[in-house]
C-alpha cells in the first residue's frame, strides 16, 4: 500500500507541476497572441478550464498528504495529546466522508455524460472525461484523509498504552 500511495504521490505532483507550467505557458501565448496578433484560440480557454478542474482535484489530494489543508490549531493546541488527536481523527473521518459523497456524485455525473455521449464546445472531448477528475481524485483524497485518521488513531492507542 505504502509503495502504491508513493508512486501515485509522484504522479500526482509531475502532472500537477507539469499541468501547472502548461497552463501558464499557454496562457502567456494566448494573451500575446490576442493582444499583438489579434487572433484567439478557441479551443484554449475550454481546456484550460478543465485542466484547471483537474490540477484543482489533484493539488487538493497532494495538500492533504503534505497536511497543508486549513485546520483549526487553536482547539487542539491546547488540548491533552489524546484529545487533540481524537479531534483530528473525527475532522479527518469527516473530510473523507464529504469526499467520498463528492466521488459518488461525480461517478454518478460522469456516468450519466458518458450514456448521454455529450461532447465539449470547441474541443469536441467527450464531456466524462471532463468531469472525470473529481470521481477519481474525490476517492484519492478520501483514502488520504482515510490514512491521516488512521494515523491519528494509532496515536491515540499509542497514548493510552503510555498511561497504562
Not at 509522484?10 to 489579434?38: D, H, K, S
Request: some cysteine; hydrophobic content about 55%.
Amino acid at each position: 500500500m505504502k509503495n502504491f500511495l508513493r508512486i501515485l504521490g509522484n504522479i500526482e505532483e509531475m502532472a500537477v507541476g507539469g499541468l501547472l507550467l502548461l497552463l501558464a505557458v499557454g496562457t502567456t501565448i494566448q494573451v500575446c497572441t490576442r493582444y499583438f496578433l489579434g487572433m484567439t484560440f478557441d479551443w484554449f480557454d475550454e481546456g484550460s478550464r478543465y485542466l484547471l478542474v483537474f490540477v484543482t482535484f489533484a493539488g487538493a489530494g497532494l495538500a492533504v498528504k503534505h497536511g497543508a489543508h486549513f485546520s483549526m490549531e487553536a482547539v487542539t493546541q491546547y488540548a491533552p495529546p489524546r484529545i487533540a488527536a481524537g479531534l483530528r481523527l473525527l475532522a479527518n473521518l469527516l473530510s473523507a466522508t464529504v469526499m467520498v459523497i463528492i466521488a459518488w456524485y461525480g461517478w454518478e455525473q460522469t456516468s450519466l455524460l458518458a450514456r448521454y455521449g455529450m461532447t465539449t464546445a470547441s474541443l469536441g472531448m467527450p464531456m466524462w472525461v471532463a468531469y472525470l477528475p473529481i470521481p477519481v481524485f474525490g476517492a484519492t483524497i478520501a483514502l488520504r484523509f482515510m490514512l491521516r485518521a488512521w494515523d491519528q488513531a494509532c496515536i491515540m492507542v499509542a497514548r493510552a498504552q503510555e498511561l497504562d
